[in-house]
Every structure is written in C-alpha cells, then in structure tokens.
C-alpha cells in the first residue's frame, strides 16, 4: 500500500470555495478509481490556505493509472494555478 500527501498553500487572492468546488469533482472522480482505497481532502486546522489530499493506494500502478487519468489532467492544472506552493510526499507502510 502506498499512501500520498500532497500539500498546498494557496494564493492569498483565490477564491477558496472555486478551489474546494474543483478539488472535490477531482475527489469524487478519484474514489470512483480501482486501485484507490482512499482520497481525502483536509483543510489546516490552524491555517485554513493550507490544503492537503490524504491518498492511499493498493500499490504504484494504480497510482500512476490515477495520474495519467482524464480527471487528473484535466482539473489538477487548474488547482495549481490557484495554488503558491505544493508538496507531494509518497510513503510506503514499512
């Protein structure tokens, strides 16, 4: 199992509920996905521009399937256009 968490800060001009309207299409389209056991959206309890996708995956190749999808091509550029900065941590369980 391979878990991601991608991190983002965003813009301070964006329109965080155009932000979140877009991030969720991705989230519904992402858990309909063999291979996705789970893909959580979370907003920063202490930072409400800070935005993370808590993501868990039976293994790699359904994560490279996830990132090679219509839904990922098609939404995720437009979420990190609104975003100043990510980070995309991938973990293994050990």
Not at 1 to 7: E, S
Not at 15 to 24: S, V
Not at 52 to 61: A, P
């Given at each position: 199992?391979?878990?991601?968490?991608?991190?983002g800060?965003?813009?301070s001009d964006?329109?965080?509920?155009?932000?979140?309207?877009?991030?969720?299409r991705?989230v519904?389209?992402?858990?309909?996905?063999?291979?996705?056991?789970?893909?959580?959206?979370?907003?920063?309890?202490?930072?409400?521009?800070?935005v993370?996708?808590?993501?868990?995956?039976?293994?790699?190749?359904a994560?490279?399937k996830h990132?090679?999808?219509?839904?990922?091509?098609?939404?995720?550029?437009?979420?990190?256009?609104?975003?100043?900065?990510?980070?995309?941590?991938l973990?293994r369980?050990?």
């Open positions: 199992m391979l878990r991601v968490v991608a991190k800060k965003l813009k964006v329109n965080k509920e155009e932000y979140l309207k877009i991030a969720r991705l519904a389209e992402t858990n309909k996905e063999a291979g996705c056991i789970a893909y959580i959206l979370h907003e920063d309890i202490n930072d409400p521009t800070i993370t996708m808590i993501e868990e995956w039976v293994d790699e190749e994560l490279n990132n090679a999808s219509e839904h990922v091509r098609n939404l995720v550029p437009g979420l990190r256009e609104m975003r100043e900065s990510t980070e995309i941590n973990y369980e050990v």
